[in-house]
């Protein structure tokens, strides 16, 4: 079905119905909007979002921020957005709402859209860590799977983040389209230096799976790949 271009018409979740003992939370998590404009040839997004963006309206959010903190106790935000600054006026006003509160949170974003100011207005803000798809230390296997990022601005994006305060944790995909023991070996490298380096606090590994929607399930050709039913 069509997705829906008017977020505000979403309606919100009804805590007030969970019994008592799910209302003690450490952790909460909030979207500020659905989709992501690229097309990764992993990346679930592309199939349920369609890779168009919209976004929730400031107020929702922060009633669905101040509801989570009041009614669930939660102590620790994660914006769970594909891509946190991908509209970074946005992005800036809801740091300056979440300031008002002083809970800790943090959030995910890609390599490639970095911004010196937004950081430090986010820790600021009391945002703790950021999270980057770095997925590939190999470049050839980032351009096949469509990623649109380079190795440089990966190292540069870690580099500016702990410049701003904030923790970095890397994830990385193993078993991409063009995966060999040898580009898998270079990610495992790339993901060392930069922890070895302080700019990298924590990495997080995964493995890539070509889940229907996906350009790798629905073009395997293109990428090389072969898919084949499990019994």
Known sequence: RPVIKDLSVVPKQ???ILPEVYKINFYGRVFTSRGCPMSCSFCAETMWNRSK?????LDYVMREVDELLTKM?????FI?????VMKKEFSSELA????????PWSCQTRVDLTDADLFKLMVKSNCQGIFYGAESGSQEVLDLNNKRINLRQI???CKLAKRSGLQVTTNWLV???GETYS?????????????????SDRLEYYIAVPYPGTPLYKNPDKFGITLRDIP
Not at 73 to 77: E, T
């Open 175 to 177: 078993g991409l389209a």
């Open 73 to 77: 106790h939660v102590k620790y935000l």
């Open 14 to 16: 009804n805590l007030d």
């Open 53 to 57: 963006p919209r976004f929730f309206d």
């Open 183 to 199: 580009t898998a070996m270079e990610t495992q490298s790339m993901a060392e230096e930069l922890v070895t380096e302080r700019l």
């Open 96 to 103: 300056r709402q979440l300031s008002k509160y002083g809970v």
């Open 80 to 84: 769970n957005d594909e891509n946190f």
């Open 155 to 157: 190292n540069d994006a």
